[in-house]
């Protein structure tokens, strides 16, 4: 079974949606998006900005416009901003694979809970080599608002944070050899329109990071004892 870090909201609210066919109506959203990550990753490999590549042609024939360059910029202008102000070195980490297979202790073989991080930036101490940070950045194309975190207890299932980005960092964290000493996670969301703005960014405590792990240990574990279950139980409500 894949538990993937993109569907966490779904799947660990309702175990059916792991068993149900792929949902094709936001399909041209979705390929939308693909097609603006497309571009982040072009920059990143090439070296250049995304105005550069207005009128080219990426994912699936979909065209750069303005706009979409536009949204990929924030991203860019945001790692810049993190490295200029990190004290220490910087590796930036694109498009990265993450598997939390090793902190989730043989409740998860490889690759079932693993997924793609946008970005994964890690400051290094440069005098002792030690792990001063792991920030996990999730670029969003879409209209729709996602919370970084919720406000709401009833809307908590294994964390009050975004559960992509929680299942992403945990598993950035799972493949470090060191634990850092702060964590952060980041939504960048150009084109949705809230109160926070379009770069929402919390910082993750231990202690956070480790209610998560234990929750989504116990999630796992009921879920594989009983697939076909519909609602969360008692770890939280389950919207289905």
């Not at 416009?65 to 070195?89: C, H, L, P």
């Not at 994964?120 to 879409?142: C, E, N, P, W």
């Not at 609602?231 to 409500?237: E, P, S, V």
């Amino acid at each position: 079974m894949i538990y993937r870090p993109s569907a966490s909201h779904t799947w660990q609210h309702c175990a059916l949606s792991l068993q149900a066919p792929e949902d094709t109506r936001s399909k041209a959203a979705a390929d939308l998006g693909t097609a603006a990550h497309a571009l982040l990753d072009r920059c990143h490999l090439l070296g250049t900005l995304p105005h550069s590549h207005i009128g080219e042609v990426t994912y699936k024939g979909i065209t750069v416009t303005e706009e979409m360059a536009d949204a990929v910029q924030y991203v860019i202008d945001y790692v810049n901003s993190y490295v200029a102000a990190a004290k220490g070195n910087i590796e930036e980490l694109s498009e990265q694979r993450v598997d939390p297979v090793r902190i989730l202790k043989g409740v998860v073989s490889a690759q079932e809970a693993a997924g793609t991080a946008d970005r994964v930036l890690k400051t290094v101490s440069a005098r002792t080599g030690t792990l001063i940070d792991i920030t996990v950045i999730d670029f969003k194309h879409g209209l729709m608002f996602v919370p970084l975190e919720h406000e709401n207890e009833e809307d908590h299932v294994l964390s009050r944070f975004n559960p992509q980005l929680m299942q992403y960092l945990l598993a950035a964290v799972s493949e470090s050899p060191q634990t850092p000493h702060t964590m952060h996670i980041v939504i960048i969301q150009p084109r949705a329109t809230g109160d926070e703005g379009p770069v929402r960014e919390i910082e993750v405590t231990r202690e956070d990071l480790e209610e998560y792990r234990k929750n989504l240990i116990k999630r796992l574990k009921s879920i594989q004892k009983d697939p076909v279950q519909a609602k969360a139980g008692q770890i939280g409500r389950a919207h289905v």
